[in-house]
């Protein structure tokens, strides 16, 4: 019988308007309980202000049970996520999205009396500057836009990241038995379908159960709003449309049956997404120089800037550096995120080792600012970051005249990267039309010089 898939029960907590989506968040999270099932809420910070505004203390106990997350201050109300970074840097991002979310990340872990285990993706609003934050933090990051083939959980940014692949989304289906049976019905087989996927390293089954607002509303609070860059004042905030109260105990029915499913399905693990965190937050803590040079003899082979298994392209180059400025048997492994800007073309051709080896001084105390320089300064020349990184990688394996590709800016697995962020952004109802997302998809193409696979801690 296959392993059974670790899976977490999400549900994105965030309707600033309608008191009545406490209720649903309440009866959700004792209902799991009582079915002994964990669930990982994803809370909007001013969501959590408002239950203490309420007096809602009833539906913060009932939560305690579960994991919690941060799912930014307040989700839909410009400026979004990707609209703080549009024009920063990444280096710059982090520091606006803190400035915009310091507070109502604090609050929401005062209110919630616990630490936030990391941060939900609101709605298709993604920068790689959030993941960076997170990775300052120590937290994880949910529904994130980054993967690679048959790996859903990777770092970047040095975070740990989970793509939002999964199943289910319930929303609209617990207020109607047949909707819900013929999503039930769905559900089986897209676990089928997940479970005999090809898939490696650490892996998460994000079964989404559903927006508790979306449950007793037929729309989303926030569409009815901030649609399309609508950022009206808070008194002209208006409530969706809701259903019938009388049909509360058919949601309820149909969500019990949900959790009874879930509880007796022999495919899934039910965990929280933080016990996932924990579980796959490990990192090899150095490398042999006989691995490093196995991984040189590929840079040499391939003429590209990679990553492998266990290290990002940039801790791999520093891990390259410390070889050749001071040989050993053994290296830690460094930390540090991609350049913020983009590296040159050019000048890559017929290079002297001894001063390719020697500019690894220069990338090593460049690297002590946290970030990858974009240039390397080589016997008088210019060489973008990662033409340096092939020309020393041919250098540590004893060739007198190296070279690197001319324009080789980042890691390959970049431009997919950016192209799934380039699809997801437009898509969400809330950005503005003909957002100029330039400068944030170069952002994301930088740090993947701090991409790779995750791994379960007794993997590594």
């Known amino acids: 019988m296959p392993a059974r898939i670790p899976t977490a029960l999400c549900f994105d907590v965030e309707d600033l308007v309608a008191p009545e989506s406490d209720d649903a968040v309440h009866w959700m999270a004792e209902m799991l309980a009582q079915h002994g099932l964990t669930g990982s809420f994803m809370i909007v910070g001013e969501k959590a202000r408002l239950w203490e505004r309420r007096g809602r203390r009833d539906v913060v106990e009932a939560l305690k049970k579960h994991h919690l997350a941060f799912h ?26 803190w400035d915009w979310d310091r507070e109502g990340f604090a609050d929401a872990q005062r209110i919630l009396g616990r630490p936030l285990i990391g941060w939900a993706r609101t709605g298709q609003s993604w920068s790689p500057s959030v993941m960076g934050l997170m990775g300052r933090m120590g937290r ?7 993967r690679l083939p048959g790996h859903d959980v990777c770092w970047y940014a040095n975070c740990l990241g989970f793509h939002g692949t999964g199943v289910g989304g319930f929303d609209a289906t617990f207020v109607d038995d047949q909707r819900f049976e013929e999503k039930l019905a769905q559900t089986r087989s897209d676990i089928d379908a997940f479970q005999q996927a090809d898939r490696r390293g650490a892996q998460w089954l994000c079964f989404f159960m559903c927006h508790p607002t979306r449950v007793i509303h037929s729309e989303f609070w926030d569409a ?47 965990v929280g997404w933080g016990d996932l965190i924990r579980r796959y937050d490990g990192q090899r803590p150095s490398a042999t120089h006989a691995e490093l040079l196995e991984i040189a003899r590929r840079v040499a082979d391939e003429r590209q800037v990679l990553f492998t298994d266990h290290f990002t392209a ?5 891990l390259f550096c410390r070889a050749a400025v001071a040989p050993a048997e053994r290296y830690p492994r460094p930390t540090v995120y991609g350049p913020l800007t983009t590296p040159p073309t050019g000048g890559g051709s017929d290079l002297d080792a001894g001063d390719v080896k020697n500019a690894a001084h220069a990338v090593l105390a460049a690297s002590d600012s946290g970030y990858l320089p974009a240039s390397v300064t080589v016997g008088g020349r210019s060489l973008g970051l990662g033409t340096y990184f092939v020309a020393l990688a041919e250098a540590l394996l004893g060739q007198e005249r190296v070279s690197g590709p001319a324009d080789a800016p980042y890691p390959v697995a970049a431009e997919a990267v950016a192209r799934d962020v380039a699809r997801a952004l437009p898509q969400w109802i809330i950005h503005p039309e003909n957002m100029d997302l330039t400068l944030l998809l170069e952002q994301t193409r930088l740090q993947c010089w701090t991409l790779k696979p995750a791994w379960p801690r007794d993997e590594l």
């Open 72 to 97: 930014s201050t307040w989700h839909s109300v410009h400026p979004t996520t990707s609209e703080i970074c549009l024009d920063r840097d990444f280096r710059d991002g982090i520091e606006a999205l």
């Open 140 to 146: 994880g990051y949910a529904y994130s836009l980054v």
């Open 224 to 270: 009815v709003n901030f649609a399309r860059g609508a950022n009206p004042p808070r008194a002209d905030w208006k409530p969706a449309a809701r259903h019938d109260p009388a049909l509360i105990p058919t949601m309820q029915r149909n969500f019990g049956r949900l959790c009874e499913f879930l509880r007796g399905d022999e495919r899934l693990e039910i």
């Open 314 to 318: 940039g801790e791999i180059l520093l």
